[in-house]
């Protein structure tokens, strides 16, 4: 009760009085759908006191950048922190975490992808959620706070490892025969050893995910390392071209044509005609079984790049843009130093040769801006490899998982079940669970949950994102005793 009195308060003491000293004027921010709900709250304090004085509530132009709020639930809400940890939107700049929704535990789980593992998950996230109503009322430590925090991107999380997992094939590292039979056998019809004699195919592909036959074949590790690394390739490559999209939409928003025509179209050029080009040959090669080698095909382009677009997408991007404001600002310059003239030529502060005048002129700097231009055209063009290249860790932690997972399988559980001694079998089961919750279930987890939000801060976010805002913050006595807590 004290502290809600001393806040009220507070609240007081930053409003003014008018001319009149007889009302107090304050001046505040406020959701635009909250206007109607404002109004009806001070007729009624209004009713209620007594009060001889109508509120007047209107609303005022502000030279400052307003707050930023989203409006979010027990589902969002986690989502919207993960940007947030980065950085608070600009006001009205497109919002990432509508995307980070799908995108985010999706990532999480191509790096994680096994349905056994993914459904331990799955019951985790559940009991949070049933026991919401619960938990939300007690004092919880720091790792359960940020657990029962992020129970619903943990279910979506889960969800999605199980998807990949089906994908992958994998329960716990053991493939299973879930979608009817294998496409590949032995070349000997008698052999027992597949890591030796090869596999051949002999009927139509596997209905769904990676054929069970790969597994512990002599062809497993260089398929796998293929079609996750092209995989990688492809879903990074999309997830930036969203990136610069989203960046096409900020600037028609704020009616910016110069970082459409100088930014957007060179950007999705120089991206699409290397790294583009890469993904349209992988899935090419894909659809058409061609056996191209497409390292050589990407070295060629690097060293020959005179007939590639990206090549004219460089100067693109760094010249215009710079020469094109410093050509708007003296226009505008000139045009307001004659109408200064026709107003007063007698009026020495608004005279064009006045130290105002002058120093408005002087507020653009022509290097700084050009400067500017080149580091941001710079860090794009190096991005757009570097980022390119950091999707990668998509196919090295899912292949790291993957076969963390086959070691605690093969060389824990199975050998200890190859002795016909019960201790040792229950000895080898307990190790094997251990190792299962706590490497595979919580390292594994954190650790491809941090790279994961590293895709996102740094790969995807980057091309659009300002993050330069700052969050609108209520006053409200359910917020003052969570702080106070």
Not at 83 to 108: H, K, M, S, W
Not at 156 to 171: D, K, R
Not at 464 to 480: C, I, N, V
Request: hydrophobic fraction near 45%.
């Amino acid at each position: 009760m004290v502290r809600r009195e001393k806040a009220v308060y507070d609240t007081l003491n930053m409003l003014n009085f008018d001319v009149t000293k007889k009302c107090l004027v304050g001046e505040g921010w406020c959701p635009i759908f909250a206007r109607p709900k404002i109004q009806e709250a001070l007729q009624r304090a209004t009713y209620d006191s007594n009060s001889q004085v109508g509120i007047i509530f209107h609303v005022m132009d502000a030279m400052e950048s307003p707050p930023t709020y989203f409006r979010t639930n027990h589902f969002t809400n986690a989502f919207q922190e993960i940007v947030d940890a980065y950085g608070v939107a600009r006001y009205q700049e497109a919002n990432p975490a509508v995307y980070t929704v799908i995108t985010f535990p999706f990532l999480f789980a191509v790096m994680f992808g096994d349905w056994g593992h993914g459904i331990c998950l799955l019951l985790g996230a559940l009991v949070l959620i049933a026991r919401e109503s619960k938990l939300s009322k007690k004092k919880l430590g720091s790792f359960m706070e940020m657990l029962f925090g992020g129970r619903y991107v943990l279910l979506l999380m889960a969800i999605f490892s199980i998807y990949c997992g089906l994908i992958y094939n994998e329960f716990f590292s053991v493939p299973f025969h879930i979608f009817g039979g294998s496409a590949y056998r032995c070349r000997d019809a008698s052999c027992s050893d597949a890591r030796t004699v090869g596999l051949v195919k002999y009927r139509d592909p596997y209905p769904f995910g990676v054929d069970p036959s790969w597994r512990g074949s002599r062809s497993e590790l260089p398929f796998l390392n293929s079609l996750k690394m092209k995989m990688s390739i492809l879903l990074g490559v999309a997830q930036m071209n969203l990136g610069i999209l989203i960046s096409y939409f900020n600037a028609r928003f704020f009616g910016s044509s110069l970082d459409i025509r100088y930014q957007f179209i060179p950007q999705m050029i120089f991206l699409n005609s290397l790294f583009g080009y890469l993904s349209l040959l992988i899935i090419i090669k894909w659809c058409t079984g061609s056996q191209a080698d497409l390292y050589h095909v990407m070295i060629y382009m690097f060293l020959s790049p005179t007939d590639d677009l990206a090549l004219v997408a460089v100067p693109w991007m760094l010249f215009p843009k710079p020469f094109i404001l410093k050509k708007l600002h003296t226009e505008r310059f000139q045009g307001r130093t004659y109408g200064m003239l026709g107003t007063s030529e007698m009026d020495l502060d608004v005279e064009p040769d006045s130290a105002r005048a002058r120093q408005h002129h002087d507020d653009f700097n022509f290097s700084e801006v050009f400067v500017h231009q080149m580091i941001h055209s710079i860090e794009f063009i190096l991005g757009a490899v570097s980022n390119t290249a950091s999707y990668l860790r998509l196919w090295a932690l899912s292949l790291a998982h993957s076969e963390l997972s086959t070691v605690f399988y093969e060389k824990v559980l199975l050998l200890a079940w190859s002795y016909d001694n019960f201790i040792i079998r229950l000895v080898g089961l307990a190790v094997f669970a251990f190792a299962t919750a706590f490497i595979l279930l919580m390292m594994e987890t954190l650790s491809a949950f941090l790279h994961a939000l590293r895709l996102h801060w740094v790969e995807f976010q980057n091309k659009f994102y300002h993050g330069d805002g700052y969050k609108f913050k209520p006053f409200s006595f359910a917020s003052l005793i969570d702080d106070e807590d």
